[in-house]
């Protein structure tokens, strides 16, 4: 497992450590371009992270189908689904034109 590590460091331009770093961003599609393209191509040289990557996607989608699921009443389920189906922005608009 170390070694893996200093073989990456030397051989990759991002680490993993950066990688790690980004990853929880990633999985929420919260990067800009440019980590975004360092992001991936590093995932597409590392198999370790590229592996770490997908199972935190898996589980951030798991964790979300469980809260909608089993915490949401069917009521606010619909109108999350109508929420999240609004561009942010005009959703704004509607917010403070109520
Ligand atoms: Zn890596």
């Known amino acids: 497992m170390l070694i893996n590590k200093i073989n990456t460091y030397n051989f990759f331009n991002m680490n993993c450590k950066k990688a790690r ?14 980590e975004e393209q360092d992001f991936l191509a590093h995932l597409s040289e590392c198999k370790e992270c590229h592996e770490e990557f997908r199972e935190a996607k898996k589980t951030k989608m798991i964790i979300k189908e469980r809260i909608v699921q089993f915490k949401a009443p069917q009521s606010l389920v619909n109108s999350n689904m109508q929420l999240t189906s609004i561009p942010a922005t005009e959703h704004e608009d509607t917010l403070l034109f109520e």
């Open 21 to 34: 770093v980004l990853m929880s961003a990633a999985v929420d599609s919260e990067l800009n371009l440019k």
